[in-house]
């Protein structure tokens, strides 16, 4: 069973930034793909950024030029560097990884982030 841990979330204000890590339980060669969610109250989940094992990088139109994802193989570890974050940006962040193969989802019991003033 894989597991995902979320770390590096807060409150921040205005125009702050924050990184998120995810830590994988294995090698994160054997994901197709990572990525971070978030999920603001009320709403549904959606896609933030995503990274691919080739290292191919998506990101939600929200996000572009502000939020960078990246990963460090060697330590199992992806991250999610936000900058110039802003009050919609309040949200519950999750690491997800999809297996090779067969897609199948895993995910982070998630780490809040909050952006007020």
């Known amino acids: 069973q894989v597991q995902l841990v979320e770390s590096g979330g807060g409150l921040v204000q205005p125009g702050g930034s924050l990184r998120l890590s995810c830590v994988a339980s294995e090698s994160i060669f054997t994901f197709y793909a990572m990525s971070w969610y978030r999920q603001a109250p009320g709403k549904q989940r959606d896609l933030v950024a995503a990274?691919?094992?080739?290292?191919?990088?998506n990101y939600a139109d929200s996000v572009k030029g502000r939020f960078t994802i990246s990963k460090d193989n060697a330590k199992n570890t992806v991250y999610l560097q936000m900058n110039s974050l802003r009050p919609e940006d309040t949200a519950v962040y999750y690491c997800?990884?999809?297996?090779?193969?067969?897609?199948?989802?895993?995910w982070g019991q998630g780490t809040q982030v909050t952006v007020s003033s």
């Open positions: 990274i691919t094992s080739s290292g191919i990088t």
């Open positions: 997800n990884a999809l297996t090779m193969g067969n897609y199948r989802p895993y």
